[in-house]
Structure formats: C-alpha cells, structure tokens
C-alpha cells in the first residue's frame, strides 16, 4: 500500500506519464511476485509482529494475484463457475502467531471451509498452490462421490504433485499411486480426514526470482487441479 502512495505523489508532482508509469510498474513487481524474503515473517515470533507483516507484505500481494487466478480458474472451468476470493483474517489467534496463511479461492461468496475450494498460500518452508476438501465439506462430497470415483479423479494428478489427508500440517507426500490409493482409503476410513493435494514452490526455487515463470506455475497448476474439482463437486450446491 506503501507503494499506491508514491505512485499518487509522483502523479501530483511531476505530469510526466513516463515517471509515473515507471512507479506503476514498481508497485507491480512488489505486490504480484512472491519472493524469497516473504518466507522471513515467519521469524517474527510474536502474535502482534507476525500479524502485522502477514497483513503489509504478504496480503497485499494476494489481493494482487487475485485477479489473475480468478481469471484462471474461470478459463479451466470453460467459463462455467464463478469464484471469489477469502483472505485469511486468522481471527481465532490470541496468544500463537498463525504457522501457515492463505488466500482461499470458493464459488461461494462468504464462505470456503464447507466447500472444496482452492488454496494459495504459506508455510514457513513452501508457498502452496492446493485443492482442498477440509473437515467441514467432507461429507457433501462423500455423499455424491464413491470411493472408485474419488480415486479415478485423483489418478489424474501428475507426477509432480503432492497429496495428504491433513491441512493442518505442511507435511505433504508425492503423488504416487500408491499414495494415491492410501489417502483415499484414509480419506473413507477417518471420520476427520480431509484430502489436499497440489503443488509447492520451496523457498530456494528459481520460480521466486522469475514473476513470469512463477505465476505461469500457479495457473497451470490450478487449471491441472481444475477437473479433479469439477469431477468431485458437481453434485453439489456451490452457492
């Protein structure tokens, strides 16, 4: 928001567009590029601190992104769904500083927790590009979705991604089809399982030093989960 600032004072000071264009530009690369030193508020061990640079440097750029991922998961649903973004507030901390932060991604205006949705966010030791079905939303989807059909959806998944029956933890496994196979049947078998699975970007990753490649493996990584949600939410009620 810093940067919105300067922007406007350069516009009132000096008429010429060039200048101004320049701080545009600037405010962009700051806002929209997830870096390296992003993963630096988790060092921050206090409530208060860690709040403070959750809200100045990494929501900012979420609300950034925001219209790029939009755009995204509307193009991978043919057009056919329309979502809206849910910003971590992490209200429920009084004492611990929030150890993950997020942007979620529903087709339902004022909430995501009940619905399978999409994640974009923050570990101490990865940003994450996810599809999750939480605890809340688990059994809509089991309602409509059997077992053979749950893991014929997640066959697609490539090579390269990531799957666990837990969101409350960074720990991920490959995408094998063995591992496949056990979060499915952990998934059928426990009460409060839930299925995550998606791609992750470490904080050494070429990926944070280049916006372009960086945001391409966003979209593609979402537009790849894209009919792994459609498979398992179209017998739901989004809205």
């Known amino acids: 928001m810093r940067f919105s600032l300067i922007a406007l004072v350069v516009l009132k000071v000096n008429s010429s567009y060039t200048e101004f264009e320049e701080v545009i530009m600037l ?12 993963f630096e508020i988790f060092d921050e061990p206090t409530l ?6 959750i809200k100045t440097v990494i929501d900012p750029k979420f609300e950034a992104i925001t219209p ?20 971590a507030k992490h209200l429920r901390r009084f004492k611990n500083p929030p150890v993950d932060t997020w942007v979620a991604f529903s087709e339902n205006k004022r909430s995501y927790k009940a ?10 030791e990865r940003l994450f590009i996810y599809f999750d079905i ?19 959806a997640l066959a697609k998944l490539p090579s390269d991604y990531l799957i666990s029956n837990d969101h409350s ?12 196979a056990a979060a499915v049947k952990k998934f059928g078998q426990y009460k409060h399982s839930e299925l995550v699975l998606g791609r992750a970007i470490e904080p050494d990753s070429d990926l944070l030093r280049d916006e372009a490649a960086q945001h391409a493996y966003i979209n593609e990584t979402f537009t790849t989960l894209m009919p792994i949600y459609q498979a398992l939410t179209k017998h739901l009620a989004l809205h």
Do not use: C
């Open 134 to 152: 939480l605890d809340e939303s688990k059994a809509s989807v089991q309602a409509g979705v059997t077992a053979e059909q749950l893991a014929t």
């Open 169 to 180: 933890s960074a720990k991920m496994n490959p995408a094998t089809a063995a591992n496949i």
């Open 27 to 38: 405010k962009r690369v700051v806002t929209r590029m997830f870096t390296k030193s992003d």
């Open 115 to 124: 619905l399978p949705h999409f994640e974009l966010g923050f570990w101490p």
């Open 68 to 87: 790029t991922v939009l755009a995204t998961l509307a193009t991978a649903s043919g057009d056919d769904a329309v979502f809206y973004p849910h910003i």
């Open 48 to 53: 208060p601190g860690r709040m403070n640079l």
